[in-house]
């Protein structure tokens, strides 16, 4: 299993919100190349940027940051979401080295969406689902819609797309420790590999994700637990290898 720290940049600063609220920040690093490299001298294999500004405005918003870091790190897979609506700015991350580009709003509210980007960009397309109670939220998860999250999984199961990152926004940013429950009903009920986010804190719940690894669980990403030192990132990724190897 791998462990992904999360680095959500935010008027061009690292940031960690809470629950999505873009007024509940927390800024961890003005210079969110710092931060990459504090990650990556750790010993992270990806790493998984959010423009939050993007996601909210439904373009990019800090893409050359991400381009920056991108280009720093040709060696480490990089995914982002945020702002990510057209296949110019999917061709865009692309080019510029990123390896997986993240679809969530639009994969919810225009899903024949990801059918087409799954075939111009075939392996390159991660789709976040991002729930508060079961039901899908957009825009920045300011908008919560009536769609479930394991039926809208199970609709792009067959396009191709190369991961499922599942998010229990109820959680995220609270250090209340990820929800295991949703996230292997989730993966159990389909066959892309699931990356959990959402509420990891501690090495219990990294413990506790490699028990239910074999559900299709392959990752988890982290955000507050490993700025505000709940977490060892090091320590979290030697545990998974020795628990759950990929």
Same mark, same amino acid.
């Given at each position: $299993?791998?462990?992904?720290?999360?680095?959500?940049?935010? @008027? !061009?600063? +690292?940031? /960690?919100?809470?629950? !999505?609220? $873009?007024?509940?920040?927390?800024? #961890?690093?003005?210079?969110?190349?710092?931060?990459?490299?504090?990650?990556? %001298?750790?010993?992270? /294999?990806?790493?998984?940027?959010?423009?939050?500004? !993007?996601?909210?405005?439904? /373009?990019?918003?800090?893409?050359?940051?991400?381009?920056?870091?991108?280009?720093? #790190?040709?060696?480490?897979?990089?995914?982002?979401?945020? !702002?990510?609506?057209?296949? @110019?700015?999917?061709? =865009? #991350?692309?080019?510029?080295?990123?390896?997986?580009?993240?679809?969530? =709003? *639009?994969?919810? =509210?225009?899903?024949?969406?990801?059918?087409?980007?799954?075939?111009?960009?075939?392996?390159?397309?991660?789709?976040?689902?991002?729930?508060?109670?079961? *039901?899908?939220?957009?825009?920045?998860?300011? *908008?919560?819609?009536?769609? %479930?999250?394991?039926? $809208?999984?199970?609709?792009?199961?067959?396009?191709?797309?190369?991961?499922?990152?599942?998010?229990?926004?109820?959680?995220?940013? $609270?250090?209340?420790?990820?929800?295991?429950?949703?996230?292997?009903?989730?993966?159990?009920?389909?066959?892309?590999?699931?990356?959990?986010?959402?509420?990891? =804190?501690?090495?219990?719940?990294?413990?506790? &994700? +490699?028990?239910?690894?074999?559900?299709?669980?392959?990752?988890?990403?982290?955000?507050?637990?490993? #700025?505000?030192?709940?977490?060892?990132?090091?320590?979290?990724?030697?545990?998974?290898? @020795? &628990?759950?190897? &990929?």
């Amino acid at each position: $299993m791998l462990i992904i720290p999360a680095i959500d940049i935010k @008027d !061009g600063k +690292c940031v /960690r919100l809470r629950q !999505g609220q $873009m007024d509940e920040e927390t800024v #961890y690093g003005l210079d969110p190349l710092e931060v990459a490299k504090r990650w990556v %001298d750790a010993g992270a /294999r990806r790493l998984h940027i959010v423009d939050l500004n !993007g996601a909210t405005a439904g /373009r990019p918003e800090n893409a050359d940051i991400i381009h920056e870091i991108a280009e720093l #790190y040709p060696d480490i897979p990089i995914q982002v979401g945020g !702002g990510i609506r057209n296949e @110019d700015t999917i061709q =865009t #991350y692309l080019d510029a080295g990123v390896k997986y580009v993240i679809i969530g =709003t *639009k994969a919810v =509210t225009t899903p024949h969406f990801v059918s087409d980007i799954c075939l111009e960009f075939p392996g390159h397309i991660i789709i976040g689902l991002d729930a508060r109670d079961g *039901k899908l939220a957009t825009n920045g998860w300011s *908008k919560l819609s009536h769609h %479930d999250a394991v039926d $809208m999984a199970q609709r792009f199961e067959d396009e191709g797309v190369a991961a499922i990152i599942f998010t229990d926004i109820g959680r995220d940013g $609270m250090l209340t420790s990820v929800n295991i429950k949703a996230t292997v009903s989730l993966s159990s009920q389909v066959s892309i590999p699931v990356i959990a986010s959402g509420g990891i =804190t501690n090495l219990d719940d990294i413990r506790n &994700l +490699c028990k239910v690894a074999e559900e299709g669980i392959t990752g988890a990403i982290t955000g507050r637990a490993i #700025y505000e030192g709940t977490l060892d990132f090091a320590e979290a990724q030697k545990l998974a290898d @020795d &628990l759950c190897p &990929l």
